[in-house]
C-alpha cells in the first residue's frame, strides 16, 4: 500500500477519462470539488506506470477496453496492492472479458463496486451511417437491451468512488425504458431530422464483424445469444439510477435530442 497518507482530500484516478462515462466521471468530480487525477500514456496493461499513477489516490475508476482479458491479472494486482477503493465498470453482457476482471476483483480482496450495465446510450458507432444517410445495418434490430445514459453511469461512479457504502455492492443500471435497437436508429433520425432505419444482417455476418474485433469465436456467440434472447425477453429497468442519485434515469430519447447534431 502506497506510504503516502490518503484522505477524503485525496484525489480519485480516473481511468478512461476520455471514455463515454469517464469524461463525464471527470467533469462531475469537478463540479463536486473532487480532485481528479488521469492515467498518463493509455497505461493500464503497463503495472509499473499504473502502480506509479495510483499513489496517493482514494480510490480508482476503472473500466476494461479490450476484447480480452489479457493484462487484468497484473493490473488488478496492482490496484489490490495500492488502494483502497475501487469502482469497475463492467458488462452485462455474458461472453465479454469484464467477467474476468470481476472475478480478479473479488479474488483481489480489495474493496469494490461493481457498475453493470448492458449498453450505454451512447450509440455512436451508428453515427458515419446515420449522417451518410443509409441503414444502420447489424443484428437483433428487435432486441431491447435497455441502455443507460452515460451520465447516469458515471453519477452513480462518483457516488460510489466518494461516498461510503457501496464496497461490495453489484448495482445493474439501466434505462426507465427498453427501446429496441431498431426503434433506438428511429429514435435518433427523428432528433437529427435524418431518415434513418435499422437493416437486419444475419447472424454469421454479425460473428464475421465482432470476431474482427479480437473476440474468440465462444465469446463471440455468447454475446449473439445474449442479444437473440433479447429479442422475446428485453431488459426490463431497474430503479438503481433513481435509488442511489436521487433523480429518474434519463430516457433514450432524452440522450437522442442532447447528441442529435453528431448524426447530422
Ligand atoms: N460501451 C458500452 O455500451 C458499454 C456497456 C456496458 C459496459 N461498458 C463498460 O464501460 C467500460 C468502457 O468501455 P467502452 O469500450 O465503452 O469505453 P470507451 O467509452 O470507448 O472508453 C475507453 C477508455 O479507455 C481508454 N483506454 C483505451 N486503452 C487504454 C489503455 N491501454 N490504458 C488506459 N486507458 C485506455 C480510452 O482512451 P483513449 O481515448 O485514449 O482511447 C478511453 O478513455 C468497459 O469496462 C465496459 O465494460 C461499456
Known amino acids: 500500500m502506497t506510504d503516502e497518507r490518503v484522505d477524503g482530500t485525496s484525489p480519485v484516478l480516473v481511468i478512461g477519462v476520455s471514455g463515454a462515462v469517464g469524461r463525464h466521471v471527470g467533469l462531475q468530480l469537478a463540479a463536486s470539488g473532487v480532485r481528479a487525477r488521469t492515467l498518463p500514456d493509455r497505461g493500464l496493461l503497463a503495472p509499473a506506470t499504473l502502480e506509479a499513477a495510483v499513489q496517493g489516490a482514494r480510490a480508482v475508476l476503472l473500466g476494461w477496453p479490450f476484447p480480452t482479458a489479457d493484462g487484468a491479472t497484473d493490473a488488478v494486482g496492482v490496484l489490490a496492492r495500492e488502494v483502497g477503493r475501487v469502482v469497475f465498470l463492467s458488462s452485462a453482457v455474458p461472453g465479454r472479458p469484464e467477467g474476468a476482471v470481476e472475478a480478479l476483483l473479488a479474488g483481489s480482496g480489495v474493496p469494490h463496486t461493481v457498475l453493470r450495465a448492458h449498453g450505454f446510450a451512447a450509440a455512436l458507432q451508428w ?23 452515460e451520465r447516469d453511469v458515471a453519477a452513480v461512479a462518483v457516488r460510489a468512488l466518494v461516498e461510503d457504502g457501496h464496497d461490495g455492492a453489484r448495482y445493474l443500471l439501466t434505462g426507465p425504458e427498453c427501446p429496441t435497437q431498431a426503434e433506438q436508429v428511429e429514435i435518433i433520425g427523428a432528433a437529427a431530422g435524418r431518415a434513418a432505419e435499422w437493416r437486419e444482417i444475419t447472424r454469421e455476418a454479425a460473428r464475421r464483424r465482432m470476431s474482427a474485433g479480437g473476440r474468440s469465436p465462444a465469446a463471440v456467440d455468447e454475446v449473439l445469444d445474449f442479444i437473440q434472447a433479447r429479442i422475446t425477453a428485453p431488459e426490463p429497468a431497474t430503479t438503481t439510477v433513481l435509488d442511489l442519485t436521487g433523480h429518474p434515469a434519463r430516457g433514450f430519447r432524452a440522450w437522442a435530442d442532447d447528441h442529435a447534431a453528431l448524426f447530422r
Open 127 to 149: 453515427a458515419p451511417e446515420i449522417r451518410a444517410g443509409g441503414a444502420v445495418r447489424g443484428y437483433g434490430g428487435a432486441a431491447g437491451l435497455n441502455p443507460v445514459d
